[in-house]
Nanobody, 124 residues
């Protein structure tokens, strides 16, 4: 499967962005999907994940209450709605997926498929 992330950009603190991750090549209905981010000089970190059916959702503490992950398997797309953005959210955001995962994990190394990343800059 190929993953294409989009929707990043420059936004002021307190603003919102919606990231999309469009999949092609295979249906992602059998994939656990996640979003990760990497800020300059920092390691890649988990943001959110969603189970195959969408019934299970997991967030990093930094994302709880501000970010919402969702998926539309009919459109083969996963979303990350980001509200109340802060300068500390500035990073390249990556979508990732894996079909072998039995239990959702926040570990990046467990995701076998990655998109190219989309840059989110939160600044006034």
């Amino acid at each position: 499967v190929q993953l294409q992330a989009s929707g990043g950009g420059l936004v002021q603190p307190g603003g919102s962005l919606r990231l999309s991750c469009a999949a092609s090549g295979r249906t992602i209905s059998n994939y656990v999907m996640g979003w990760f981010r990497q800020a300059p000089g920092k390691e890649r970190e988990f943001v959110a994940a969603i189970t195959r059916s969408g019934s299970g959702i997991y967030y990093a503490d930094s994302a709880k209450g501000r970010f919402t992950i969702s998926r539309d398997n009919a459109k083969n797309t996963v979303y990350l709605q980001m509200d109340s953005l802060k300068p500390g959210d500035t990073a390249v955001y990556y979508c990732a997926g894996d079909y072998t995962m039995a239990v959702v994990t926040t570990a990046a190394r467990r995701y076998g498929y990655w998109g190219q990343g989309t840059l989110v800059t939160v600044s006034s």
